[in-house]
Antibody, heavy 118, light 112 residues
Framework: EVQLQESGPGLVKPSQSLSLTCSVT????????WGWIRKFPGNKMEWMGY???????SYNPSLKSRISITRDTSKNQFFLQLNSVTTEDTATYYC????????????WGQGVMVTVSS | DVVMTQTPVSLSVSLGGQVSISCRSS???????????LSWYLQKPGQSPQLLIY???NRFSGISDRFSGSGSGTDFTLKISRVEPDDLGVYYC?????????FGAGTKLELK
C-alpha cells in the first residue's frame, strides 16, 4: 500500500524558508505525480504544486516564485521549499500522490503543522 | 481559478439517515479529453483527507456503496445513505480539470 510521511520543522520564522520532506513507501515516485497541499486554519485547502514521474513541475501561480518541489528518486522522497514565508503560510502541510488514471489525489500523508512566527 | 462552492456549510443527521452535499464549480469541469475530474474527500477528526469518489461517480477502493456521486458540467452531488458514526467529519469536493486544482470550503457532517 502507498504510504506517505511528511517531516520537517513545525516552527519557521517570518522571511525564512520552509522546508519539508515527504518519504514514500510502497510505491515508486518515478510513477504518477507527487505534490503538496496545505490546509489553513478554518478549513480552506490550497493545492501548492506537483512533481511528475519525469521530474517536471507545476506550481500554483498564487505562490509565484516562492515555491520549489524537488525529489530524490534514490531515497523515494520529494521535497517542498517555500521561501520568504509570512504568518499567512501557517497551515497544515500534506504531501500526496496524484493518480494519473483516476485524475485525482488518491493518497495523502498524515500532515505536518507548520507555524510561522517570530 | 475555478471556484468550488459547497453547500451546506454544515449538516446535522441522525444515524441511519441520508444526506446530500452539493458542489458547484464556476466553470465546466469537463476536460478536453472528455473526462470530468471532480472528486470527493472526507477528513475525519484528527486524520488526513481520504478519497471517496473520483471522476464524479467512481468509488475509490474500499469505499462503501453507501457513498454515491453524481452530476455533470458544473453541478455535482454527494449522497450518503444509512449514515454511520464513522462518516462524521468534513467533506470536500475538489476539481482536477484545470490548473490550479481547487477545493470547496468543506461541509461539516455532525450528529443530530
Amino acid at each position: 500500500e502507498v504510504q506517505l510521511q511528511e517531516s520537517g520543522p513545525g516552527l519557521v520564522k517570518p522571511s525564512q524558508s520552509l522546508s519539508l520532506t515527504c518519504s514514500v513507501t510502497g510505491y515508486s515516485i518515478t510513477s504518477n505525480y507527487w505534490g503538496w497541499i496545505r490546509k489553513f486554519p478554518g478549513n480552506k485547502m490550497e493545492w501548492m504544486g506537483y512533481i511528475s514521474y519525469s521530474g517536471s513541475t507545476s506550481y500554483n501561480p498564487s505562490l509565484k516564485s516562492r515555491i520549489s518541489i524537488t525529489r530524490d528518486t534514490s531515497k523515494n522522497q520529494f521535497f517542498l521549499q517555500l521561501n520568504s514565508v509570512t504568518t499567512e503560510d501557517t497551515a497544515t502541510y500534506y504531501c500526496a500522490r496524484y493518480s494519473i488514471i483516476r485524475g485525482t489525489i488518491d493518497y495523502w500523508g498524515q500532515g505536518v503543522m507548520v507555524t510561522v512566527s517570530s | 481559478d475555478v471556484v468550488m462552492t459547497q453547500t451546506p456549510v454544515s449538516l446535522s443527521v441522525s444515524l441511519g439517515g441520508q444526506v446530500s452535499i452539493s458542489c458547484r464549480s464556476s466553470q465546466s469541469l469537463v476536460h478536453n479529453n472528455g473526462n470530468t475530474y471532480l472528486s470527493w474527500y472526507l477528513q475525519k477528526p484528527g486524520q488526513s483527507p481520504q478519497l471517496l469518489i473520483y471522476k464524479v461517480s467512481n468509488r475509490f477502493s474500499g469505499i462503501s456503496d453507501r457513498f454515491s456521486g453524481s452530476g455533470s458540467g458544473t453541478d455535482f452531488t454527494l449522497k450518503i445513505s444509512r449514515v454511520e458514526p464513522d462518516d462524521l467529519g468534513v467533506y470536500y469536493c475538489g476539481q482536477g480539470t484545470q490548473y490550479p486544482n481547487t477545493f470547496g470550503a468543506g461541509t461539516k457532517l455532525e450528529l443530530k
